[in-house]
């Protein structure tokens, strides 16, 4: 079965390919997750079916934002319109929200640059089970390509996947516990090789 000859997976394979050679099988919600929040931070490039976009965080932001149901996601136009953290009740206790807000307008125009990246930092700490089961399956079935995912072990330090090499040998996860826990860790810091303006531009195009 392995290596892979496939040129592309989707998020849903590849993350339960990557799990079957990590050392403990980590859940497979946490490999997705993990997966999805290196496609938010940038370092992790992701197509969908039968497109060349070069980047889709812009579109992904737009679908998440249409009304849906997010069990850990509540998407507002303004900052003001974020709900407290924390609601005071008379008998002294408190309402805590779980929910991540992401600031996200819906006119076009008032998508600029700096809202862009700081709604896509806000998505890169979002679980995969904080999101709705209706978007739940286009995340999982979102093309990324194997030398994007082998560039983005290199830039992480990982191994070579070993399931999902070209050549007849693959390599072995050597240290993939402390890799992968490294990733999780990383996943959620912000891509900071590209201007915020460079960032835009490339989405919008």
Same mark, same amino acid.
């Given at each position: 079965m392995y290596p892979l000859r496939d040129s592309e997976l989707t998020v849903g394979d590849l993350a339960k390919h990557w799990q079957l050679t990590l050392p403990g099988r980590p859940e497979l919600g946490m490999v997705i997750t993990g997966l999805i929040?290196? /496609?938010?931070?940038g370092e992790l490039s992701a197509r969908f079916h039968k497109t060349s976009e070069n980047d889709i965080r812009l579109r992904l932001?737009?679908?998440?934002? /249409?009304?849906h149901c997010h069990p850990g996601l509540i998407f507002v136009e303004a900052?003001?319109?974020?709900?407290?953290?924390?609601?005071?009740?008379?008998?002294?206790?408190?309402?805590?929200? /779980?929910?991540?807000?992401? /600031?996200?307008?819906?006119?076009p125009e008032a998508q600029d640059a700096a809202t862009f990246l700081k709604a896509c930092k806000a998505m890169q700490a979002v679980s995969f089970d904080d999101v709705s089961p209706d978007v739940q399956p286009l995340l999982l079935t979102l093309n990324i390509g194997r030398c994007d995912f082998v560039a983005f072990?290199?830039?992480?330090?990982?191994?070579?996947?070993?399931?999902?090499?070209?050549?007849?040998?693959?390599k072995s996860f050597v240290g993939a516990k402390n890799a992968f826990r490294k990733f999780l860790l990383e996943a959620v810091k912000s891509h900071k090789d590209k201007s915020k303006d460079q960032y835009w531009f490339k989405c919008k195009t």
């Open positions: 929040q290196a /496609i938010w931070t932001l737009n679908i998440h934002s /249409i009304p900052p003001t319109e974020c709900p407290a953290v924390a609601v005071e009740q008379s008998d002294g206790g408190a309402i805590v929200s /779980i929910q991540t807000c992401i /600031i996200w307008p819906q006119d072990c290199a830039r992480r330090g990982y191994e070579p996947p070993a399931f999902w090499d070209s050549r007849k040998e693959a």
